[in-house]
């Protein structure tokens, strides 16, 4: 099983529409995770820090589900220009440093 | 603010030379991460420092791959001899407190290219 997993996708959707993603995590005793967003191989960019009582910053909610092993990220009203690669974020060792990537889910946004 | 700084942007070189990716991390921040990106393996770890100390380098592929970070501002990821297979993104990326939960700041990436 792979540290870090996610559904590459692409997921499809239309303007102003809802999108929900997950990422499942091999390692317990992870404590730190986020979701990254990354655009046509620039670097990948910090979206938001996954708080254990989940945290919202706009139209973006991340979720996290230790008894399950899984963080999530729901993204609200898409617009186009959210059409990049989400990529969770986790760290692996038994501190907070050691931080591997998913492979990233594809979304596209079409008008 | 400064982010963290890479470079070359841009490297082409021919099968069997010495290449040196170099990294300015961002001041103050205290751990330092290489990352490689490619279509088929995505985001891989390569190795990451700790106060200038290596702590994990399970990630680097082969003994042709080589790190350092002489000190808290300047770190190094070389690869020699280069092979065609090692075509790829090189990301940079710093972090502030390894102690604590420290999202990653990275920095454009070095665009390598081995024929």
């Known amino acids: 099983r792979k540290e870090v997993e996610q559904d590459p996708g692409p997921f499809n959707v239309p303007e102003g529409a809802t999108v929900a993603f997950n990422c499942t995590y091999s390692?317990?005793?992870?404590?730190?995770f986020f979701w990254y967003r990354q655009d046509c191989r620039k670097e990948p960019k910090l979206l938001m820090s996954?708080?254990?009582s989940g945290n919202e910053d706009g139209r973006f909610t991340a979720q996290l589900n230790r008894a399950s092993q899984y963080i999530s990220l729901l993204i609200r009203d898409s617009k186009l220009s959210d059409s990049v690669t989400y990529l969770c974020?986790?760290?692996?060792?038994?501190?907070?440093?050691?931080?591997?990537f998913g492979a990233g889910t594809r979304l596209a946004v079409h008008p | 603010d400064a982010g963290v700084i890479q470079s070359p942007r841009h490297e082409v070189t021919e099968m069997g030379q010495e290449v040196t990716l170099r990294c300015k991390p961002i001041?103050?921040?205290?751990?330092l991460f290489w990352y490689r990106q490619t279509m088929m393996r995505g985001l891989e770890l390569l190795i990451y420092?700790?106060?200038?100390?290596?702590?994990?380098d399970s990630g680097m592929p082969e003994d042709r791959f080589s790190a350092k970070m002489p000190n808290a501002s300047f770190s190094t990821l070389k690869i020699q001899p280069s092979e065609p297979r090692d075509s790829a993104v090189y990301f940079c990326?710093?972090?502030?407190?390894?102690?604590?939960?420290?999202?990653?700041?990275f920095g454009n990436g070095t665009r390598l290219t081995v024929t």
């Open positions: 001041s103050g921040h205290n751990s």
């Open positions: 420092f700790n106060n200038n100390v290596p702590i994990d």
């Open positions: 996954v708080y254990s």
């Open positions: 974020v986790v760290n692996v060792d038994g501190g907070y440093n050691k931080l591997i």
């Open positions: 390692n317990s005793a992870s404590q730190s």
């Open positions: 990326a710093s972090s502030g407190d390894p102690y604590r939960i420290s999202p990653l700041h």
